[in-house]
């Protein structure tokens, strides 16, 4: 009888849970929900994340609240969510130096970025380009002829040191031969753009979003652009490509919202449904086109792991060409 008794108990507890479980998933989200940026704010990736997390609140009707969580180029914000509870109520709004980099630069991360998340969608991108100080005279070939001529002689600055801007630039050498030009990180954008504009530096690589503006000032001067094809707010800057005779450097400055992983399937689909409705609001078109974003909503879910794993690959040879591996 005891027996008996035990059983029908666990069968009880088993059917609270499911019915719990179930009522959790189909209730969801009953309360806020926090969107780690693990970034300084003010930054693009924040900039993006903020005008996201407001379209997204609206679709799923309740507040999705920005919270950033800066340091170690974005591992203190990722291991935050990554040992949060899997309930869809702590995301992240990741990058390639969160996803990617991260991963390739130390030799014992901390996380691991296809492991340890659930991939809800990679949201959008920022594209690359590189630009010049004012009193540097030709354009992005003239650059690359001189860098070519003159080994270590030019100075190229990025955001910091193993952030994705300066794997871009890296990669720009690693794929023209081992160019030699010389990386001078600085401390975020805020202080790259003022050293480039103040002649500190031959040129910068950073997000078209961060250095139209000067460059429609005269400032500096935007050079090429690492995408397929010209920019239509800056037809006159040729690709990558067109100047130096590469097959395909495209690079851009991308965005993915991810949850710790075991997330239930219901809360994933529920995020990713309400995500790509989110990227396709007009009025959140008309923000990101503003800050030169490209909303992305066709990679979610599975999809988004691959895109995970095909960048680990793309731009493991240029972090060890670079000589970034941490010991």
Do not use: C
Request: aromatic share 6%; proline share 6%; net charge positive.
């Amino acid at each position: 009888m005891k027996i008996i008794q035990s059983m029908l108990w666990v069968l009880a507890s088993y059917l609270a849970v499911s019915v719990s479980l179930a009522q959790t998933a189909t209730s969801y989200p009953i309360k806020p929900i926090r969107l780690v940026v693990p970034f300084p704010a003010g930054g693009p990736t924040d900039q993006f994340a903020r005008q996201y997390a407001q379209a997204l609140s609206t679709q799923l009707g309740k507040p999705v609240v920005v919270d950033n969580k800066s340091g170690a180029s974005g591992a203190i914000g990722s291991l935050e969510v990554k040992n949060s509870a899997p309930d869809g109520y702590t995301l992240l709004f990741g990058t390639a130096s969160t996803h990617v980099l991260y991963s390739l630069i130390n030799s014992k991360p901390q996380y691991d970025s296809i492991k340890d998340f659930t991939q809800i969608a990679v949201v959008g991108d920022a594209p690359i380009v590189f630009a010049v100080s004012p009193g540097t005279k030709g354009g992005f070939k003239e650059l690359i002829e001189y860098a070519r001529i003159n080994p270590g002689k030019l100075q190229y600055g990025s955001a910091g040191e193993g952030t994705y801007l300066h794997i871009v630039g890296e990669r720009l050498k690693y794929e023209l031969g081992g160019l030699d030009i010389q990386h001078i990180p600085f401390r975020g954008s805020a202080q790259a753009i003022p050293a480039l504009i103040g002649n500190q530096v031959n040129m910068t690589v950073d997000t078209l979003g961060s250095l139209i503006n000067q460059h429609r000032a005269d400032k500096l001067r935007i050079v090429a652009i690492a995408a397929s094809k010209r920019s239509p707010l800056i037809p006159d800057v040729p690709t990558v490509n067109e100047v130096t005779g590469l097959k395909d450097f495209q690079a851009a400055l991308w965005n993915i919202v991810s949850a710790p992983q075991g997330l239930s399937p219901d809360i994933t689909n529920t995020l990713i449904s309400a995500t790509t409705k989110t990227l396709k609001n007009p009025e959140l078109l008309d923000k990101l086109n503003s800050i030169s974003i490209q909303p992305i909503s066709n990679i979610t879910g599975v999809a988004a792991t691959a895109f995970i794993a095909k960048e680990l690959v793309s731009l493991r040879p240029v972090v060890q060409s670079a000589g970034l591996k941490k010991e």
